[in-house]
């Protein structure tokens, strides 16, 4: 409507202009061939150069099915508006990967219409406007994206949850890519996205959920998916711990049957980390379902060692200790150089009452990985067997290890002793 108006205000100042020449000067024109001649004013022959123009024109169409000029020069100009485009996108695109936000948005934009695609132009120019701080030109420029090429719905949806992301619209970022999820349910960006938004939410089972197609579609790395289940596994066991609603602490046996449902319930991927694995079996312990937490943790050992694990083993309660001492004992042949076996021993032949065989055990652990939980377990030991000293002596065996971790720092001088 503009270039309209525009134009009829140009038509109509030369027009004025043209009116007032030829008042002013009619001008005069001779034409002169053999003996004729033809004697004009100068408007008069403009005006029938046009109409022969344009007689030509017509005659040239209708007879010889071509075309003037006028045709290659529209064509012509049409390329080198594309020329132009793919250059202002070019510059576009290169001042969106170095953070000129706002060159990039306008750039891109002013040659989103005479390029060939002006959906790319459009979504990354609102990248461009995202990054810059306009959210409403962000949302306009989108948009435009999905106008000018509705095909593009998925890529502009997309986007647009990204976008949320980015400004922390996780609840409506979230609802966009429910809804694209049902559309394409395969979709790799789509379930990564979905992931990682349900993960910022707390939305742990929502993640669960995922896992198997994000496995499937092999949406992520390898290593990231891990980290990913392993996350969220524990925190759905750390929900266990978390009490009901109403605030009641349900029964062992009803809580052990949810444990065992939750636990089955998980994928079978779940028993190769071994901090999911230790996770159930202390719950299990908590519980005291000491069968199955024996059950697990023989299997899962006998299977693949943990030192995560084994310490674990130390813990059972059975009617017959022995049997779990001599369960451990079998597995120090092979791994004699375990620091949590020999913590799990010292445990079960506790348990025994075989205290000479603890204290031995203890110091074995204590020799390989000197760890503060472990002195400190084996010095409450000590206290009990009346080796106040000893014990003592444990605990800053322990302290001193702790402190050779700690940053060097400039210390006051010991005070001096009173003779």
Not at 21 to 26: E, F, G, L, N, R
Not at 40 to 68: K, P, Q, Y
């Amino acid at each position: 409507m503009k270039r309209l108006f525009v134009l009829l205000l140009l038509v109509l100042v030369a027009g004025a202009w043209a009116g007032q020449m030829m008042v002013t000067d009619s001008g005069y024109v001779l034409l002169a061939y053999n003996n004729t001649t033809v004697e004009t004013t100068l408007w008069v022959f403009l005006v029938g150069v046009f109409i022969a123009f344009i007689l030509l024109h017509l005659i040239f169409n209708l007879i010889f099915n071509t075309r003037l000029p006028t045709g290659r020069f529209r064509h012509w100009r049409a390329i080198k508006k594309q020329q132009s485009a793919r250059r202002n996108t070019l510059k576009g695109l290169l001042a969106l990967s170095e953070g000129e936000w706002s060159k990039a948005q306008k750039s891109l934009t002013r040659s989103a219409e005479n390029f060939d695609l002006p959906a790319i132009n459009y979504l990354a120019a609102a990248r461009a406007a995202h990054e810059n701080g306009d959210q409403a030109g962000a949302d306009e420029l989108l948009k435009k994206a999905l106008k000018s090429t509705p095909e593009a719905s998925l890529a502009v949806s997309i986007t647009q949850a990204q976008i949320q992301v980015s400004r922390g619209q996780l609840e409506a970022a979230l609802a966009n890519l429910l809804k694209l999820r049902r559309k394409q349910p395969h979709n790799k960006q789509i379930l990564s996205l979905l992931a990682d938004v349900s993960a910022r939410l707390h939305d742990w089972q929502g993640v669960a959920d995922i896992l198997p197609d994000l496995r499937r579609s092999k949406a992520l790395p390898q290593e990231n998916l891990n980290r990913l289940e392993r996350e969220t596994l524990l925190h759905l066991l750390h929900k266990q711990k978390t009490p009901t609603a109403g605030g009641s602490t349900p029964e062992p046996e009803q809580r052990v049957r949810h444990l065992q449902s939750v636990w089955v319930s998980m994928p079978e991927t779940a028993s190769s980390y071994d901090d999911v694995v230790a996770e159930y079996a202390e719950q299990l312990i908590t519980a005291g379902d000491y069968k199955a937490v024996e059950t697990l943790l023989r299997q899962r050992l006998e299977t693949r060692w943990s030192e995560t694990l084994i310490p674990l083993y130390g813990l059972i309660d059975s009617t017959k200790p022995r049997k779990l001492y001599q369960q451990a004992q079998k597995w120090l042949s092979v791994h004699e150089q375990s620091p949590g076996l020999y913590i799990a021993l010292a445990r079960l032949a506790a348990k025994c009452q075989l205290w000479s065989e603890a204290v031995g055990f203890y110091e074995q652990s204590l020799s390989i990985d000197p760890d503060l939980d472990t002195c400190a377990e084996f010095a409450r030991l000590l206290q009990q067997l009346e080796q106040p000293e000893k014990a003592m002596q444990v605990m800053n065996q322990g302290i001193s290890n702790l402190t050779a971790k700690l940053p060097d720092l400039p210390l006051p001088k010991p005070a001096l002793k009173a003779d």
